[in-house]
């Protein structure tokens, strides 16, 4: 069974970048797309963007100015980088597999999340 | 961008009730609708997806239905370790969005 695990600072300047790590255990990364999503506290769930293995990525439009998405398929990980952050984007921050079946799509596998606070 | 829209925002169910939850997308989607259960404190864990198809492992309790803007999720007969929100996610188009959640409480 495929697990992730993000990693990363949990504390974060404000117009500072917040970067995390997804390692990928269980199964390779060479397959699927690669999905951010993140849940401010008490709040609802916002989809960051995504990446194949290949390294093409897609990025929600709203954050897309910000956002970079890439992959490391020696280590099985891909990464999330967020930069200007302000408090806004203080949030968990969940990595998970964006699995296709035909052209449905959904994320079955979730890391455990990690809060991330953008504070001085 | 696509808004999903759940109602209701909250519910409380007795034990083996019934639970019906319904998600409105702004425009049509087809059944590219999928659903979560998240509960305190961890991550949301995928249901249903693209309706009606049941995730493996998910009881079958948990269905559910809806194409075009209109969809449902049904408990058939709430259990207590049912308590948590629900979110349902188009994946129609980009950027792929999530209603507001519904939180289950049991009576």
């Known amino acids: 069974q495929v697990q992730l695990q993000e990693s990363g600072p949990g504390l974060v300047k404000p117009s500072e970048t917040l970067s995390l790590t997804c390692t990928v255990s269980?199964?390779?990364?060479?397959?699927?797309?690669w999905s951010w999503i993140r849940q401010p506290p008490g709040k609802g769930l916002e989809w960051i963007g995504f990446?194949?293995?290949?390294?093409?990525?897609n990025y929600n439009p709203s954050l897309k100015s910000r956002v970079t998405i890439s992959v490391d398929t020696s280590k099985d990980q891909f990464s999330l980088k967020l930069s200007s952050v302000t408090a806004a984007d203080t949030a968990v921050y969940y990595c998970?597999?964006?699995?296709?079946?035909?052209?449905?799509?959904?994320?079955?596998?979730w890391g455990q999340g990690t809060l991330v606070t953008v504070s001085s | 961008d696509i808004q999903m829209t759940q109602s209701p925002s909250s519910l409380s169910a007795s034990v083996g009730d019934r639970v019906t939850i319904t998600c409105r997308a702004s425009?049509?989607?087809?059944?590219?609708l999928n659903w979560y259960q998240q509960k305190p404190g961890k991550a949301p864990k995928v249901l249903i997806y693209?309706?009606?198809s049941l995730q493996s492992g998910v009881p079958s309790r948990f269905s559910g239905s809806g194409s075009g803007t209109d969809f449902t999720l049904t408990i058939s007969s709430v259990q207590p370790e049912d308590i948590a929100t629900y979110y349902c996610?188009?994946?129609?188009?980009?950027?792929?969005?999530f209603g507001q959640g519904t939180k289950v409480e049991i009576k």
């Open positions: 998970a597999t964006t699995r296709t079946v035909g052209s449905k799509i959904y994320f079955d596998y």
């Open positions: 269980g199964g390779s990364i060479s397959s699927n797309y």
């Open positions: 990446i194949y293995y290949s390294g093409s990525t």
């Open positions: 425009q049509s989607i087809s059944s590219y």
């Open positions: 693209a309706a009606p």
């Open positions: 996610q188009q994946s129609y188009s980009i950027p792929w969005t």
